[in-house]
């Protein structure tokens, strides 16, 4: 896969998802581009602990469907993860997602990624461009004085280590929170109100 993704993917809708959790909203630092490889990135490195989840599109997984199979308008045969399914044709090799159709989503919208799976993606991708950017300073950290002036961009490299660190946490965390069920008494107490007409 290379580097840059320069042509929209069905991804794309996540972009911003990306830039406002790296505060990269308004300065973009980070190209779309770049982002949207990151995107990619992050759902291959979930991939083991989504058991597949989500899969990267490739033409390999386009079959002859078996006779008899109607194929719906805009869709074309595929096997995914060793399940026969559709998927819509137009897609990009290498830079498409599909997801997988053995798992269940709660959310059937129409777009690739799921509501319920966007904030760990995004948490990924973040990881993903938080490293390329400690990596990429690593030769710029430095700090020296000559007895007048000083300089130092070592707080900085903290900094992003520091959010990093606080990413990966919070994606560990993710994945060993299990949903809880609701308790009543979140939803309605018995407790006693006032109305204050205005």
Known sequence: MPVYV??????????DDVR???????????????????????????QRRWKNRYVIYNDAMLVTAPEGTV??????????IGTASFVPSGLTADLDVVRNPTHTFTDPGPDVISQEDRYPITIAASLILRKSQITSS??????????????SNISSAKSIQSMYDSDFNELNLYFKRRPA??????????????????
């Open 6 to 15: 320069t042509y929209p993917t069905n991804v794309d809708i996540m972009l």
């Open 20 to 46: 406002l959790h790296l505060g990269d909203y308004e300065k973009k630092k980070f190209s779309d581009s770049l982002i949207r490889a990151a995107i990619l990135s992050s759902i291959r490195m979930l």
């Open 71 to 80: 194929i719906p308008s805009g869709y074309l045969y595929a096997i995914v």
């Open 138 to 151: 690593a030769e710029t950290i430095q700090s020296w004085s000559d007895g007048e002036y000083s300089f």
């Open 181 to 198: 069920p609701a308790l009543r008494s979140s939803f309605a107490d018995n407790t006693p109100y006032t109305v204050y007409l205005l």
